[in-house]
C-alpha cells in the first residue's frame, strides 16, 4: 500500500511538473519542435561534416552555418527587400495600373452581363490614394510579419545548434526513457528521419532549382530576379498555386504597362517551363535524395506527403511543412508498430 502511494504521489508531482514545463516554455514549444526536426532531417549532414572535422562544437557550428545560408538567409533577404519596395512604392506604375483598370471594358456572357456596370464602375472609381495607402498598410504588414518571423529564425537556429550538437546524447536518453524495445524505438525514429530528410532535402533542391529559373526571367525584364528567385523558390513549395503567386502579379505588371508580349512569355514560361520542372523533375530529385543521400532508402506514398504539407501549410502556417510530414509519418509509423506488436502478441498465443 504505502509503495501504491508513493507510485501515486510521484505521479502527480510529475504530471503537475510536466504542465509546468509546458507552460513556461509553451511561448518557444514551436520553435523547439522546428528546430528539433530540422537537426534530424540535416543529421546526414552533420555526419558528412564529422568526417572532416573531428571537434563536435565546430561541426555543430558549420551544420548550422549550412542550414542558415541555405534556408534562413535566403528569407531574410526577400522579406526586408519585399517590404522595402513595398514601402517605396512606385507612384508612377500605381498611376499606370489604375489608367490601365479604369479603361477596362468587360464583355461578359448574357447571363452574367448584369454584372458589368459593378465590374465597370468599380474600375472607374479606384483612388490612387487609396491604393498606394493599402500598399503602406501591406508593407506595414509584411515587415510585422517579418519581424516576427525573424524572431523565430533567430530562436530556430540557436535550438538547432543545441539540438545538432547534443543530438546523440539526447537521442540516446529519451530511447532509454520510452517504455519501448531497442529495436521497436529505431525503427519508428529511423523511418521519421529518414522521411524528413528527403523532404527537406528535395524541398530545398527544387525551391533552388525554379527559383534560379525565375530569377532568370525576372532579370531578363529588369527586374530583381535574386529577390524574384528566392520568392518563387518558398512560393514554389505551396503546392497547385504557389508559384502562380510570383509570377502572375510580375505577367500583370507587364501587361498593365502595355507589354503584352512580356507578360505572355512570362506567364508561358513559368507555367509551362518551370511547372514541368515541378510535375517532372521534382520526383526525380525526390528519388536522388532517398537513394544517393540515405544510407537505407525509405520508401512512401509520394501524394500521402504531398497532402501532409498542404494540411501543414493550412495548419501551422510556413513552418507546416515541416511539421505536417513529421506528424503523418510519426502517426503511420506507430501504426506500423502497432501492428508488428498485436502479430507478436497472436503468435505468443499460439
Do not use: C
Not at 189 to 200: D, H, L, Q, T, Y
Request: hydrophobic fraction near 55%; aromatic fraction near 14%.
Amino acid at each position: 500500500m504505502n509503495a501504491n502511494n508513493n507510485r501515486f504521489f510521484i505521479l502527480v508531482v510529475f504530471v503537475l511538473t510536466l504542465y509546468g514545463m509546458v507552460k513556461l516554455y509553451s511561448p518557444f514549444l514551436l520553435d523547439i519542435t522546428i528546430a528539433s526536426l530540422l537537426a534530424v532531417a540535416m543529421s546526414s549532414i552533420n555526419i558528412f561534416i564529422q568526417r572532416f572535422v573531428k571537434i563536435p562544437m565546430l561541426s555543430a557550428i558549420l551544420t548550422t552555418l549550412v542550414l542558415l545560408l541555405l534556408f534562413f538567409a535566403p528569407i531574410g533577404y526577400a522579406a526586408s527587400t519585399l517590404t522595402d519596395l513595398l514601402i517605396h512604392v512606385n507612384d508612377d506604375l500605381i498611376e499606370k495600373t489604375v489608367t490601365f483598370l479604369s479603361n477596362i471594358k468587360l464583355s461578359l456572357p448574357q447571363s452574367l452581363s448584369f454584372l458589368e456596370p459593378d465590374v465597370d464602375g468599380y474600375f472607374v472609381n479606384l483612388d490612387k490614394a487609396a491604393i498606394t495607402a493599402k500598399a503602406v498598410s501591406y508593407a506595414g504588414f509584411v515587415g510585422k510579419m517579418s519581424a516576427g518571423f525573424l524572431k523565430d529564425m533567430a530562436l530556430i537556429i540557436i535550438f538547432f545548434f543545441f539540438a545538432t550538437y547534443y543530438g546523440k546524447n539526447l537521442s540516446t536518453y529519451f530511447r532509454s526513457i520510452i517504455p519501448m524495445n531497442p529495436e521497436e524505438s529505431d525503427s519508428v525514429f529511423s523511418e521519421v528521419a529518414n522521411v524528413m530528410s528527403v523532404v527537406f532535402y528535395s524541398i530545398i533542391l527544387t525551391a533552388i532549382l525554379e527559383g534560379v529559373l525565375f530569377a532568370f526571367i525576372g532579370m531578363a525584364y529588369g527586374y530583381n530576379g535574386l529577390m524574384l528567385g528566392i520568392l518563387y523558390g518558398f512560393a514554389s513549395l505551396i503546392p497547385i498555386v504557389g508559384g502562380m503567386l510570383v509570377w502572375l502579379p510580375l505577367s500583370l505588371i507587364e501587361f498593365s504597362n502595355g507589354d503584352t508580349t512580356s507578360a505572355i512569355v512570362i506567364a508561358l514560361y513559368s507555367f509551362v517551363g518551370i511547372g514541368a520542372v515541378d510535375n517532372f523533375v521534382k520526383p526525380l530529385i525526390i528519388k536522388y535524395v532517398n537513394k544517393m543521400l540515405l544510407k537505407t532508402p525509405v520508401y512512401f506514398n509520394t501524394l500521402l506527403i504531398f497532402f501532409s504539407i498542404i494540411a501543414g501549410l493550412a495548419s501551422f502556417g510556413f513552418w507546416g511543412m515541416i511539421l505536417g510530414p513529421a506528424i503523418t509519418t510519426f502517426f503511420i509509423s506507430l501504426l506500423k508498430l502497432f501492428r508488428v506488436i498485436r502479430e507478436k502478441n497472436l503468435q505468443d498465443k499460439i
